[in-house]
């Protein structure tokens, strides 16, 4: 079992959709929770994180942490064409006293105008 | 500099040959790290560096992967004897500190064994 699951997808929504992104996560040491953003030949943009358990929100985006079921969400609300990328969760922590940062093999999403 | 920067972007080689891929950190940043990711696949990591140290090379995939990092600064990662299976964009990213949060990654190496 990887330590990180995460649906490659790939995703295609209308523009104005919402979206919901979804990881699942098996390591419990795992205290801060990161959403990356990837567009075709670049390297991957952190776009938000979350230290344990809660919501955040930034403008039209908002990530979920639920550290008692180990599932982590990220929502788009309004997407728009220019949110067409792929989006990769990723989680760190200490692991048996190193630090460690696992990504998720990302989700290909496209919103359709 | 503003950004970490990688070089080349894209690399053909042929099989059997050794590459070499430079990563030039944020200026600052002490922690280095090296990903590779492979069409459809996530982020496999291969070895970082806290300054100049690796203390963990587990991730590499074989012996013939080796990396160093000078000065703290530019790092470079070797493949000797390359194989198709070795094709795969090559991602470094820095950051301020060990762990957390913050990663900046440059924008990779593309690397193609025919």
């Known amino acids: 079992q990887k330590e990180v699951e995460q649906d490659p997808g790939p995703l295609s929504v209308p523009e104005g959709a919402i979206v919901s992104l979804n990881c699942t996560y098996s390591?419990?040491?795992?205290?801060?929770f990161m959403w990356y953003r990837q567009y075709s030949r670049k390297g991957p943009e952190l776009l938000m994180y979350?230290?344990?358990?809660g919501n955040k929100e930034d403008g039209r985006f908002t990530a979920q942490v639920d550290k008692s079921s180990k599932y982590i969400s990220l929502f788009i609300r309004d997407s728009q064409p220019s949110d067409s990328a792929t989006y990769l969760c990723?989680?760190?922590?200490?692991?048996?006293?190193?630090?460690?940062?696992?990504f998720g093999q990302g989700t290909r999403l496209t919103i359709n105008p | 500099g503003a950004g970490v920067s990688q070089s080349p972007s894209n690399k053909v080689t042929e099989k059997g040959k050794d590459v070499e891929l430079r990563c030039d950190p944020i200026?600052?940043?002490?922690?280095l790290y090296w990903y590779r990711q492979s069409l459809g696949q996530g982020l496999e990591f291969l070895i970082y560096?806290?300054?100049?140290?690796?203390?963990?090379k587990s991730g590499l995939p074989s012996d013939r992967f080796s990396a160093e990092r000078t000065g703290g600064s530019v790092s470079t990662l070797t493949i000797q004897r390359t194989q198709q299976e070795d094709s795969a964009v090559y991602l470094c990213?820095?950051?301020?500190?060990?762990?957390?949060?913050?990663?900046?990654f440059g924008s990779g190496t593309r690397l193609t064994v025919v």
């Open positions: 979350t230290y344990s358990s």
């Open positions: 990213a820095s950051s301020l500190a060990l762990g957390g949060v913050g990663y900046t």
């Open positions: 990723a989680m760190s922590g200490m692991v048996q006293g190193a630090q460690k940062l696992v």
């Open positions: 200026s600052g940043h002490t922690a």
């Open positions: 390591n419990s040491a795992f205290q801060y």
């Open positions: 560096f806290q300054g100049n140290s690796a203390p963990d």
